[in-house]
């Protein structure tokens, strides 16, 4: 397994942006896939974006679609979220998520889809 330590939460105005890292220690980070959940208080931890390990497939929910950017540098072992846009609504403790997978092309939406999980890091939008 790979372990995962996000940063570059913090905190931010409604209409400002934010950008959130992932950086993966301890195998061949392109043979992951790697997702963002996040979760808010009193809320179920829920899907945000998927990449898969080669990069060339995105997948994002509904609710961040058109504002929000999944992106990876595999030779940094990182995986991003840009965030523009943001609404009060997308407070929450952001994760992310890495599953083994050969190939490079899948990607994975369900919570239960992860084995690796990162300590998660707070965004704050105020409005």
């Known amino acids: 397994q790979v372990q995962l330590v996000e940063s570059g939460g913090g905190s931010v105005q409604a209409g400002g942006s934010l950008r959130v890292s992932c950086a993966a220690s301890g195998r061949t980070f392109s043979n992951y896939a790697m997702g963002w959940f996040r979760q808010a208080p009193g809320k179920e931890r829920e899907f945000v974006a998927a990449?898969?390990?080669?990069?060339?497939?995105?997948y994002y929910a509904d609710s961040v679609k058109g504002r929000f950017t999944i992106s990876r540098d595999n030779a940094k072992n990182t995986v991003y979220l840009q965030m523009n846009s943001l609404k009060p609504e997308d407070t929450a403790v952001y994760y992310c998520?890495?599953?083994?997978?050969?190939?490079?092309?899948?990607?994975?939406?369900?919570?239960?889809?992860?084995?690796?999980w990162g300590q998660g890091t707070q965004v704050t939008v105020s409005s």
């Open positions: 990449i898969s390990g080669s990069g060339g497939t995105t």
């Open positions: 998520a890495a599953r083994y997978t050969l190939g490079g092309r899948s990607v994975y939406t369900a919570y239960h889809d992860y084995t690796s």
